[in-house]
């Protein structure tokens, strides 16, 4: 199995962007899709990003997905920071048997 | 509307166990592969098993030979028995829906908690 690594924090204010990063340890970030989840406090999770890039309806198109191959990680960028979008925010991705969340980013509005 | 629906938690000794239940409502719940995901307290998401609509099972490494994934279709609800419980096995239990073209979870219920201690 593979594990999928983000930063503990990243903060900006609002109106700023912010990036997340999620580096795969083994096997190509290409290999399989892989999907972001937002768990605001005392919520279940929710889908931001699936497919690398793709916003299910209602999510803002402040929201975007990328993965990079050079670097083997994929990437969450929230544009137009929101007090709103304080949170946490999981990656994932899948092999053949199995489904692995990334480390989780805790996304701070100052 | 979709909903999940969780059930089963509780405080339980170490070395015993659970069944933790999830019923659904809203969609076709035969034709959805369905999950649970565990989260620790303050800590990040677990994927820990997932049946098919054919009833194929598979396990995260963490909890193989000690928790058993069941769904009865006609009931429209998905099990989770969960034995030979350790401390780090506490926490809130998801449900979660795969969707049913693609390999995300897009529907998840709100979740049961279980503790394991003494």
């Known amino acids: 199995n593979f594990m999928l690594t983000q930063p503990l924090s990243v903060s900006d204010s609002p109106g700023k962007t912010v990036t997340i990063t999620c580096t795969r340890s083994s096997g190509s970030i290409g290999s399989t899709y892989v999907q972001w989840y937002q768990q605001r406090p005392g919520s279940s999770p929710t889908t931001v990003i699936y497919?690398?890039?793709?916003?299910p309806s209602g999510v803002p198109d402040r929201f975007s997905g990328s993965i990079d191959i050079s670097s083997n990680s994929a990437s969450l960028t929230v544009s137009g920071l929101k007090t709103e979008d304080e949170a946490d925010y999981f990656c994932?991705?899948?092999?053949?048997?199995?489904?692995?969340f990334g480390t989780g980013t805790r996304v701070t509005v100052l | 509307e979709v909903q999940l629906v969780e059930s089963g938690g509780g405080l339980v000794q170490p070395g015993g166990s659970l069944r933790l239940s999830c019923a659904a409502s809203g969609f076709t719940f035969s034709i959805s592969d369905m999950h649970w995901v565990r989260q620790p307290t303050g800590k990040g998401l677990e994927w820990v098993s997932g049946?098919?609509?054919?009833?194929?099972?598979h396990y995260a490494d963490s909890v193989r030979g000690r928790f058993s994934i069941s769904r009865d279709d006609a009931k429209k609800s998905l099990y989770l028995h969960i034995g030979s419980l350790r401390a780090e096995d506490t926490g809130v239990y998801y449900c979660?829906?795969?969707?049913?073209?693609?390999?995300?979870?897009?529907?998840w219920g709100q979740g049961t908690v279980v503790t394991v201690s003494s």
């Open positions: 979660a829906r795969e969707h049913n073209d693609l390999s995300y979870f897009d529907y």
């Open positions: 497919d690398n890039n793709i916003r």
């Open positions: 049946i098919g609509t054919v009833g194929d099972t």
């Open positions: 994932q991705s899948y092999d053949s048997t199995s489904y692995v």
